[in-house]
């Protein structure tokens, strides 16, 4: 029901109260308007809570959600366990941090877009002007962002040259390899789009070398502790000589194999940062969410270009933004999927239903497309959070 309807109906009912009591009662009558908007928008979002819970459940999730719409959060659970190898397992709680894979490189965009907000780089610049040693011309960080570099995979240029997979490979090792080594490029600059991690890898090399800053600290310093993202770190091996056997983390990624779960190891390549590697609860993403909506770290005029597709002229139905994907399928809404070494994350921003979900899971098990069909329902909408009151 439109808040119209809802006005034009309680002002009927009003108006034949009022007139039925000038003949027959002796008091006043007094409609709350503000509590029938509260109740009206209590059993709705309880409706829709029983609805998610419903949804969710039967996903047989190991991990946490949130569910939010207009502006507010609606229904968040954990599910299973933290570290599923133990015999004594500690259940999942909402404030656990997973690893979000590649929904890391919104935020990496965003660490981009606080430069060019501040005049400190501009997106046409070629990425040379910041790592003169790359030896690929005609990439600007524009095509970076759009994963339109052309440039070959660093973990497979890794695989084959780096020495040992006990030590840790960084940004820089990276960055090393790539000029010694001039691995050949898989297109031209700009001529195509190729979803890669080195884009984002190279992105995050660009702060730490405009901001001179590592990575790391620029990110705490300039947008999780700004926002209250209390629980929100990035992950880093800078400085140890070999790589842990687990990550210390108390979630744990685990690969499902036929014969069940099996805890991930840490791997040398969760060394680099930029594309991957970033920790974060479900309620911390709201926030980040909730920044974004109210232009708390970034101005409209250069917040907007992140849900911009980089290829205006659409050759199918996907496409992507600065660190958000996409798609025809779901005009209006922008999402990213991560998976990386034992955890798999789904990020969806629906700007226009004004909702947003959250999944942080930390199995490989795949997160089930009935996600899509419960936030594109729109037959069962919230009333506007500002009439709850």
Known sequence: MSRKTVFIAFFLL??????????QCRYD?????????????????????????SVFTAMNLNGVVLYAEEGRVVYEKAFGYRDLSKRDKDPLRIDDAFQLSSNSKMFTATAIMLLKMEGKLDYNDDVRLYIPELPYEGITLRMLLHHRSGLPRYDAMADTYW???RTPFSNEAMIDMLAQRKPQPYGTPGAGYFYNNINYALLASVVERVSRQNF??????????PLGMNHTYIYSMRGEPTVSLYMPTDVQGHDMMKKGPVKTQNDYLNGVMGDKIMFSTVEDLWTFNEAIDHNTLLPDSIQREAFEPGLRNWKNDENYGFGWRLT?????????????????????????????????????????????????????????????R
């Open 29 to 53: 009558v007094i409609v709350n308007v503000d509590s029938v908007f509260y109740d009206l928008g209590q059993e709705s979002v309880a409706r829709r809570a029983h609805h998610a819970d």
């Open 163 to 165: 020495p040992s997979r």
């Open 14 to 23: 009003l108006v034949a109260t009022q007139f039925s009591c000038r003949r």
């Open 216 to 225: 790391e600290d620029f990110m705490h310093e300039r947008i999780f502790e």
């Open 328 to 388: 025809k399928k779901y005009p209006g809404t922008f999402f990213h999927y991560g998976w990386w070494k034992g955890y798999r994350s789904l990020v969806i921003r629906d700007v226009a239903h004004r909702r947003f979900v959250a999944m942080l899971c930390n199995t490989t098990q795949l997160i089930p497309d009935e996600v899509w069909d419960f936030v594109s329902d729109t037959t069962d909408r919230l009333p506007e959070a500002e009439y709850i």
